[in-house]
């Protein structure tokens, strides 16, 4: 059985979130936007995910650590834009900042 990519879950996540926002704000068809690019996420995550779980190779872990840290390092930066700009969704990009530095203490090479 498959299930959904963790990386996957948080952009349907902050995709539904976003549809909640604009839904409140009177905006139905951008709600309904963000909501298809949720179920857009959820669809892509399912088929994303490995039937069976595979053994990495170390060029591989070591590119992915780095896609994490340029990840980690933009959400902290979004982060601080959006405290200015738009402080109802600095919590998603702070989210998604402390997903990537889990992520990176998880794919650390032995």
Do not use: K
């Amino acid at each position: 059985m498959r299930t959904i990519t963790p990386g996957y879950a948080i952009g349907a996540g902050c995709f539904l979130l976003l549809a909640g926002f604009r839904l409140t704000e009177g905006r139905w068809v951008w709600a309904l936007v963000f909501a298809l690019a949720a179920a857009c996420q959820v669809y892509l995550g399912l088929r994303a995910a490995p039937a069976t779980p595979a053994r990495e190779a170390p060029a591989h872990t070591e590119r992915e650590l780095r896609t994490w840290r340029a990840l980690a390092l933009s959400s902290c930066a979004l982060t601080a834009a959006l405290l200015f700009l738009q402080p109802v969704l600095s919590p998603v990009a702070a989210g998604a900042g402390v997903y990537c530095l889990w992520r990176i203490g998880r794919r650390r090479p032995a």
